[in-house]
């Protein structure tokens, strides 16, 4: 069976740090990768997708930047974190073409 | 591009009572609808899907209606339970040029035993 796996689960960051968020798939071969992110209390923002390594499509334009080095990694980075940067960080797979998107636990990052 | 919107956006039933949750969406293309039940400091998890050839499917308490016509698809819970307090999330998905759903805004279900 298929799972993904993301970490850190909390991060604490201060202001300007750089950024390393790390999500791996097991079980799949080629799937569609996801970022969102969520704010407190709000939905779910769309902010990164890949069909495929190397490719990345961006919908947010923003200091935060991903990057697929292997078929089931994805990776979301920052070289300069802000403040509005806070936030609840999900990463999700789904099998290539339509259906079912799961997520992973999420990572819960503040900005001191 | 695709834009879903939900309502209403917190709902308070008692025990036992039925809950309704609408969306609507804007591309004719799409042609796959999820929902996702997010509880407090958790993931979205995936409760029930439809796809666009199907009007209705059901899974016990839980079941989602579609009406291609009027784009708009709903989500009816039946018999709620304290443990179906959560934000319920619609998505839609498979129009054109997009490979990622796009989600609603969410609903706040409240569930008073």
């Known amino acids: 069976s298929q799972t993904i796996h993301q970490w850190p689960a909390t991060l604490v960051q201060p202001v300007g740090s750089p950024l390393s968020l790390e999500c791996t798939v097991e079980?799949?071969?080629?799937?569609?990768l996801y970022w969102y992110r969520q704010a407190a209390g709000r939905g779910l923002q769309l902010l990164f997708y890949s069909v495929g390594i190397g490719q990345i499509s961006s919908e947010v334009p923003q200091n935060l930047s991903a990057s697929r080095p292997q078929d089931r990694q994805f990776i979301l980075s920052s070289k300069k974190l802000l403040l509005s940067d806070s936030g609840f960080y999900l990463c999700a797979w789904r099998e290539t073409g339509s259906g079912p998107q799961h997520f992973g636990d999420g990572t819960r990052l503040s900005i001191l | 591009g695709e834009n879903v919107e939900q309502h209403p956006s917190t709902l308070s039933v008692q025990e036992g009572d039925s809950a309704v949750i609408k969306c609507t969406y804007s591309?004719?293309?799409?042609?796959?609808f999820p929902w996702y039940k997010q509880e407090l400091g958790k993931r979205p998890q995936l409760i029930i899907d439809?796809?666009?050839?199907?009007g209705e499917k059901k899974d016990q308490r839980i079941a989602v209606t579609l009406n291609k016509t009027a784009k708009h698809f709903s989500l009816h819970i039946t018999e709620t339970q304290p443990e179906d307090s959560a934000v319920y999330f619609c998505a839609a998905s498979g129009g054109t040029g997009r490979r990622a759903l796009t989600f609603g805004s969410g609903t706040r279900l409240q569930v008073q035993p």
């Open positions: 591309d004719s293309a799409s042609n796959y």
């Open positions: 079980g799949t071969s080629n799937p569609n």
């Open positions: 439809i796809r666009s050839n199907v």
